[in-house]
Antibody, heavy 122, light 108 residues
Framework: QLQLQESGPGLVKPSETLSLTCAVSGGTIDSTTYYWDWIRQPPGKGLEWIGGTYYGGTTYYNPSLKSRVTMSVDTANNQISLKLSSVTAADTAVYYCARKSYIDSWSLFDYWGQGTLVTVFS | DIQMTQSPSSLSASVGDRVTITCRAS??????LNWYQQKPGKAPEVLIYAASSLQSGVPSRFSGSGSGTDFTLTISSLQPEDFGTYYC??????????FGQGTKVEIK
């Protein structure tokens, strides 16, 4: 059974860089079939897609966050990473990593991590 | 970007009721529409993909329909465990995924 586990600091100071990793177990991330995405959810609010990455290096970022986001794939450790720079209180959220699978021409997020709360707080 | 608008934002229904949630896209997305259920403190789980395909393991009381810009999620007979928030998500744009704002379902 595939499992995703996010980890990283729960508190980040304003203007600093948020760094999270997502460890993948029960499967390999170096597959041409899957993208690995990050999605966040501010407390009490809806879901916001941050971006997605593919082991071959292709990345897609939410245009509203593109200037601050970097995602990468670490095949040696079977994990993906997220960096979000210059954070503000508006970046306080539960951050999820998720696998995006393709069935024919359709994609869906079929596996999610449990999520990790990151609070931007001085 | 493709904006997704759900209605209603919340609803309260009784066990056994038929429940319908709608999702409208700001432009044509064919059948590239997924539905997720999220329970408090948990990650979302996919229910429906490609507008009407039931994800493996999801009860058959859940169904989806629609194409183009208008989509519907139906729960044919609401069960106590169906409480939570439901989100639609368009997968038409690979470079910019967007979600609806969510519909909170409560059991009377």
């Amino acid at each position: 059974q595939l499992q995703l586990q996010e980890s990283g600091p729960g508190l980040v100071k304003p203007s600093e860089t948020l760094s999270l990793t997502c460890a993948v177990s029960g499967g390999t991330i170096d597959s041409t079939t899957y993208y690995w995405d990050w999605i966040r959810q501010p407390p009490g609010k809806g879901l916001e897609w941050i971006g997605g990455t593919y082991y071959g290096g292709t990345t897609y970022y939410n245009p509203s966050l593109k200037s601050r986001v970097t995602m990468s794939v670490d095949t040696a450790n079977n994990q993906i990473s997220l960096k979000l720079s210059s954070v503000t209180a508006a970046d306080t959220a539960v951050y999820y990593c998720a696998r995006k699978s393709y069935i024919d021409s359709w994609s869906l997020f079929d596996y999610w991590g449990q999520g990790t709360l990151v609070t931007v707080f001085s | 970007d493709i904006q997704m608008t759900q209605s209603p934002s919340s609803l309260s229904a009784s066990v056994g009721d038929r429940v319908t949630i709608t999702c409208r896209a700001s432009q044509m997305i064919s059948d590239s529409l997924n539905w997720y259920q999220q329970k408090p403190g948990k990650a979302p789980e996919v229910l429906i993909y490609a507008a009407s395909s039931l994800q493996s393991g999801v009860p058959s009381r859940f169904s989806g329909s629609g194409s183009g810009t208008d989509f519907t999620l139906t729960i044919s007979s609401l069960q106590p465990e169906d409480f939570g928030t439901y989100y639609c998500q368009q997968s038409f744009s690979i470079s910019y995924v967007t979600f609806g704002q969510g519909t909170k379902v409560e059991i009377k």
